[in-house]
């Protein structure tokens, strides 16, 4: 089982649309955890980190259910500038990140 | 400045260069990471420096030598490398080996033929 799963898609959404991209993790010591974006081509960004109780960053909501072992990003009013693929990244105990393959999203006018 | 710069940008190598890449940071980060990132595929780690010791090597090929000359800078070295060796290869630092919030370079393109 890959440490870190997410689905690829591409999600496919309009403008304006609220969408929602889920990871789960396989191990529960992991430690913190933290959603990047990477534009094509580009290196990735940090978008936000994740905490157990939940955190907003204006249109960005993330939240971690370390019970059920998922964290999640809800995009809402998605802008065209949202297009990116979302990698969920995992701190471990060894001290170094663990990606996700990443969630393509794909906002059109 | 949140900012790492990488140079070269781009890079064309044959099997049979030598050539180094260059990584720069002035936001006080005590480590700094070398990954390699596939069409497709999130980075993969390769080296990480702490405080400028090497503290992970990622059993990264000895075709790959990384080198920290000071807080601010990290180099890797190439050689004798491979087609399958041609990837964007990405510098990242953070405020510490325990912080997962890293800053990534723009990355170097990497094509060896």
């Known amino acids: 089982r890959k440490e870190v799963e997410q689905d690829p898609g591409p999600f496919n959404v309009p403008e304006g649309a609220t969408v929602a991209f889920n990871c789960t993790y396989s191990?529960?010591?992991?430690?913190?955890f933290f959603w990047y974006r990477q534009d094509c081509r580009k290196e990735p960004k940090l978008l936000m980190s994740?905490?157990?109780s939940g955190n907003e960053d204006g249109r960005f909501t993330a939240q971690l259910n370390r019970a059920s072992q998922y964290i999640s990003l809800l995009i809402r009013d998605s802008k065209l500038s949202d297009s990116a693929t979302y990698l969920c990244?995992?701190?471990?105990?060894?001290?170094?990140?663990?990606f996700g393959t990443g969630t393509r999203l794909l906002v059109s006018p | 400045d949140t900012e790492v710069t990488q140079t070269p940008k781009h890079l064309v190598m044959g099997m049979t260069n030598k050539k180094s890449l260059k990584c720069e940071q002035h936001?006080?980060?005590?480590?700094m990471y070398w990954y390699k990132q596939k069409a497709k595929k999130p980075p993969e780690l390769m080296f990480v420096?702490?405080?400028?010791?090497?503290?992970i090597n990622e059993s990264v090929p000895s075709r790959f030598s990384p080198e920290c000359p000071n807080s601010s800078l990290l180099n890797l070295h190439l050689h004798a490398l491979q087609p399958e060796d041609s990837a964007l290869y990405l510098c990242?630092?953070?405020?510490?080996?325990?912080?997962?919030?890293?800053?990534f370079g723009p990355g170097t393109r990497l094509t060896v033929t």
């Open positions: 990242a630092s953070s405020r510490g080996q325990g912080a997962g919030e890293q800053y």
């Open positions: 191990n529960s010591a992991s430690q913190s």
């Open positions: 994740v905490y157990s």
């Open positions: 990244v995992l701190f471990t105990g060894f001290q170094k990140l663990v």
């Open positions: 936001m006080g980060h005590r480590a």
């Open positions: 420096y702490s405080y400028e010791k090497l503290s």
